[in-house]
């Protein structure tokens, strides 16, 4: 069964930048939508961007526009979320989540639209 894994959060000043990564085992991510979430601390968990699996990528977010950017390495099994020009209310745990369905466009930005999930990685911005 296909699972992902965050990882690149940290601690990070206001205006910075991070790089995340979801990494996939037991399955290839080539085939399918993979978009990146985010819950910040008392609030519900949003739909930040999705990348197709042709390359396509899409904002849900307009708060993440022209400072996150989602990528995919199908090689290495592997889709990003560049982050730049962090503001302290980006904080929260950001989650990678797969779409199992072919043919790899991507859903809405609902979470039932999504069948894998990882566990997460904590982005605090704070000086």
């Known amino acids: 069964q296909l699972q992902v894994v965050e990882s690149g959060g940290g601690l990070v000043q206001p205006g910075g930048s991070l790089r995340l990564s979801c990494a996939a085992s037991?399955?290839?991510?080539?085939?399918?939508?993979v978009a990146w979430f985010r819950q910040a601390p008392g609030k519900e968990r949003e739909g930040l961007s999705c990348?197709?699996?042709?390359?396509?990528?899409?904002n849900f977010a307009d708060s993440v526009e022209g400072r996150f950017t989602i990528s995919r390495d199908n090689a290495g099994n592997t889709v990003s979320l560049q982050l730049n020009s962090l503001k302290p209310e980006d904080t929260g745990v950001y989650y990678c989540?797969?779409?199992?369905?072919?043919?790899?466009?991507?859903?809405?930005?609902?979470?039932?639209?999504?069948?894998?999930w990882g566990q997460g990685t904590q982005v605090t911005v704070s000086s």
């Open positions: 037991g399955g290839t991510l080539d085939l399918y939508a």
């Open positions: 990348i197709s699996s042709d390359g396509d990528s899409r």
């Open positions: 989540a797969v779409d199992g369905r072919l043919p790899g466009t991507c859903p809405g930005e609902g979470t039932s639209e999504y069948d894998y």
